[in-house]
């Protein structure tokens, strides 16, 4: 299998529920990402990781956990979520999280997860 | 802190004919990459089309053009004979050259193209 594949691609959780999103990606690269897409509104990046190190956190809620075991996966646990935190969660892959110079590091997207809080 | 301003929520076109989104953004900085990703009903964002600040060319990538206006800080994206798989939301993305600023890419809030028979 190619590309970036998470898991699962829908989720429907309560507020007290904890579930974990999964993103697995085969491409060799040595960053990973977490993006947010919620309707109307840019998407928002989360966490960055670069060779299983959190290089980046953007203001995120603690509720959201990201894990990142080796450089080929990276998972987001959720628990004690909020109805607003319902949305597309997206994750990403790239060579580099610093930027090469002569490349211009892009990214490859998974499917998402769909997650809804009820 | 840049930002990227897609103005146009909907837009729609005839198959096999052209059509054009819109992008403008705004930096401080000279040197970055803009990018078009397309998130078809499938969810997966792919990489359209990108363009380095410092080159004058406009990208091109078979049916799909860029218009890089870099004075007035304007990126349109040009659809060539337009398929019914072009159908999707399309992003535009800017992200400055600086080293470590490699995961900071800023979208847009999309465009969602209808390609109609």
């Known amino acids: 299998e190619t590309g970036v594949t998470q898991t699962p691609r829908h989720l429907v959780m309560g507020m007290t529920n904890k579930k974990s999103l999964k993103c697995e990606q085969h491409?060799?690269?040595?960053?990973m990402y977490w993006y947010k897409q919620s309707a109307k509104k840019p998407l928002e990046l989360m966490f960055v990781?670069?060779?299983?190190?959190?290089?980046e956190n953007n203001s995120v809620p603690s509720r959201f956990s990201p894990e990142c075991p080796n450089s080929s996966h990276l998972f987001l646990h959720l628990h004690t979520l909020q109805p607003e935190d319902s949305a597309l969660y997206l994750c990403?892959?790239?060579?580099?999280?610093?930027?090469?110079?002569?490349?211009?590091?892009?990214?490859?997207f998974g499917a998402g997860s769909r997650l809804t809080v009820l | 802190a840049q930002t990227v301003t897609q103005s146009q929520p909907e837009m729609s076109v005839q198959e096999a004919e052209t059509v054009t989104l819109s992008c403008t953004y705004d930096?401080?900085?000279?040197?970055?990459?803009l990018f078009w990703y397309k998130q078809p009903p499938s969810r997966q964002m792919i990489l359209v089309i990108r363009?380095?600040?410092?080159?004058?060319q406009n990208a091109t990538e078979n049916r799909f053009s860029v218009n890089f206006q870099k004075a007035a800080k304007s990126f349109s994206l040009k659809i060539s004979d337009s398929q019914l798989g072009d159908a999707a939301m399309y992003f535009c993305?800017?992200?400055?050259?600086?080293?470590?600023?490699?995961?900071?890419?800023?979208f847009g809030t999309g465009t969602r193209l209808q390609v109609t028979l």
């Open positions: 363009q380095e600040a410092y080159k004058q």
């Open positions: 990403a892959s790239s060579q580099d999280w610093r930027g090469l110079p002569s490349g211009a590091n892009v990214l490859t």
């Open positions: 930096t401080s900085e000279s040197d970055y990459y």
């Open positions: 990781y670069s060779l299983e190190e959190r290089v």
């Open positions: 993305a800017y992200r400055s050259s600086a080293t470590g600023t490699a995961s900071k890419l800023t």
């Open positions: 491409l060799g690269h040595n960053a």
